[in-house]
């Protein structure tokens, strides 16, 4: 018994080492770091251990303004990208004829690169000297006014990162709802139609508690994809985020690292720690609602 205890932690143990190499002692590090004031990154010395860097980022206007943005992000398009693939996955699970066609469709933009499609949405909403942009037109088609979605407004900017952000999301959640879908017995769906069951109950007692651990993993991952979001910002409005008012929290943490403004690695850990404390209090209250609503 000890021997095969002694062979599996050999087996496990480059993943172990890995694990800890990578992940563990970079946590521990950034840890360290968001308590050292004044770390100076060439000398590699600090002048004293506290909460000073927690309080210089939650007073910085740019991290306010990140956190602003990023809250907004996950509020629209966590429901909304989860919401659509649901339905599109329904018309999908529908469909006989080219069912796989329409997926490989909808999966596309999926294997897309993301600064490709951010290149394209950009040229689609962007207002220059030529031309007013694609969405322009077709505003200006039924008797609007133009918008500069890429330079202008905020809520403007922040309509089309979201946009962007459902479409980028909304491929791979309509491939593991149909999937979801298509695992559902038909059995039950049958019973029911004996029954006289109408199809909105068979969707609400039927389809969803049976989908209900796919559902839950999707908005689990897409809160935390959304906390995470900025290569989307960055594909859109450039690298300077913070003139154009749209900045990220993970691009706050880039910001302090590489940025104009950087040479922050304490800022920066002290920011990660946060955004690291967010996305664990918004998972561990979702992970207590499925106690409750998801059905295993």
């Not at 992940?23 to 251990?49: I, K």
């Not at 469909?95 to 951010?118: C, D, H, S, W």
């Not at 000297?129 to 609007?144: C, H, K, P, R, S």
């Not at 689990?220 to 910002?233: E, M, Q, V």
Request: glycine share 6%; aromatic share 18%.
């Amino acid at each position: 018994m000890k021997n095969s205890n002694f062979k599996a932690w050999l087996y496990l143990l480059p993943a172990v080492l890995f694990l800890g190499f990578f992940m563990v002692y970079p946590l521990v590090d950034v840890f360290v770091y968001s308590f050292e004031e004044g770390y100076n990154s060439a000398s590699q010395t600090f002048m004293g251990v506290g909460l000073y860097n927690y309080k210089y980022v939650l007073h910085d206007p740019y991290f306010l303004q990140a956190v602003k943005n990023t809250f907004i992000l996950v509020i629209i398009t966590v429901p909304v990208s989860t919401g659509l693939a649901l339905l599109i996955s329904l018309g999908l699970n529908s469909i006989k004829k080219l069912k796989e066609l329409y997926q490989t469709i909808y999966f596309l933009p999926y294997v897309t690169n993301t600064l490709a499609v951010g290149l394209v949405f950009m040229i689609l909403f962007k207002k220059t000297a030529y031309t007013d942009g694609m969405v322009n037109l077709l505003i200006n088609l039924f008797g609007g006014k133009s918008v500069d979605f890429i330079d202008g407004p905020y809520w403007a900017k922040m309509f089309v990162l979201c946009f962007y952000t459902v479409w980028v999301v909304l491929p791979f959640k309509i491939l593991i709802l149909t999937s979801a879908l298509a695992s559902v017995k038909q059995d039950y769906y049958n019973a029911a139609k004996i029954d006289g069951t109408s199809k909105w109950r068979m969707f609400t007692r039927i389809t969803l508690p049976m989908i209900s651990p796919m559902l839950f993993y999707l908005i689990i991952t897409g809160f935390i994809g959304a906390f995470k979001a900025y290569s989307d910002a960055v594909a859109l409005f450039g690298t300077n985020l913070n003139a154009a008012r749209m900045n990220t929290i993970v691009g706050y943490v880039y910001d302090m690292l590489y940025g104009d403004s950087g040479g922050f690695p304490s800022y920066a850990s002290a920011a990660a720690l946060i955004l690291f404390s967010i996305v664990l209090t918004i998972t561990v209250v979702n992970l207590m609602i499925s106690k409750k609503q998801v059905h295993y």
